[in-house]
T-cell receptor
């Protein structure tokens, strides 16, 4: 079993819809959770990060962590064609460096105009 | 513009050949990383360096080598010992800090390596 599981998609939704992207994980010690966005043939860029449980909102994006279920989500409201990309979750233990980041496989998202 | 430059964008390797992927950053970051990305797999860490003249193996270092002679440069050599080198290779650097949340990762645009 992989430490981090992420549905690879592809996921296609119409413009304006709410998108829900999810990851599950097996290591209950993970404390820091991140979402990266990767456009085709480009490097990932950090979208959002959260510490422990709870929600965090940034514009149209909301990151949610449910540590009891070992489940994290990224919601995108009012989705735009420019949101079409692969979304990677990543997580690590408390105060560990980037060398300990564990990445999901990524979910490919297409927003249909 | 500050950033990370990877070259070439596409690279082809013949059987038994060593190839070197270039990574240069002008962000003045101390730490640099090499990741490999394969379809259906998450990013996997090959090597990382937190300071000049020092580097550490990541999770999948076999068949790869690196050097860190300058702060801004971290080239990756894919040796002939790497039997399955076809992948998308990503270089990254990070801001100084303590812990992943304080050390934001910046990625280059990647190099696609294929075997002839």
């Amino acid at each position: 079993q992989k430490e981090v599981e992420q549905d690879p998609g592809p996921l296609s939704v119409p413009e304006g819809a709410i998108v829900s992207l999810n990851c599950t994980y097996s290591n209950s010690a993970f404390q820091y959770f991140m979402w990266y966005r990767q456009y085709s043939r480009k490097g990932p860029e950090l979208l959002m990060y959260t510490y422990s449980s709870g929600n965090k909102e940034d514009g149209r994006f909301t990151a949610q962590v449910d540590k009891s279920s070992k489940y994290i989500s990224l919601f995108i409201r009012d989705s735009q064609p420019s949101d079409s990309a692969t979304y990677l979750c990543a997580m690590t233990l408390s105060n560990f460096g980037n060398e300990k980041l564990t990445f999901g496989t990524g979910t490919r998202l297409t927003i249909i105009p | 513009d500050g950033g990370i430059t990877q070259s070439p964008k596409y690279l082809f390797r013949k059987e038994g050949q060593n190839v070197t992927l270039s990574c240069e950053q002008n962000l003045n970051h101390d730490a640099m990383y090499w990741y490999r990305q394969d379809p259906g797999q998450g990013l996997r860490l090959i090597y990382y360096s937190q300071i000049v003249n020092d580097f550490q193996k990541g999770d999948i270092a076999e068949g790869y080598s690196v050097s860190r002679e300058k702060k801004e440069s971290f080239p990756l050599t894919v040796t002939s010992a790497q039997k399955n080198p076809t992948a998308f290779y990503l270089c990254a650097s990070s801001t100084p800090g303590q812990g992943a949340l304080n050390e934001k990762l910046f990625f280059g645009s990647g190099t696609q390596l294929s075997v002839l």
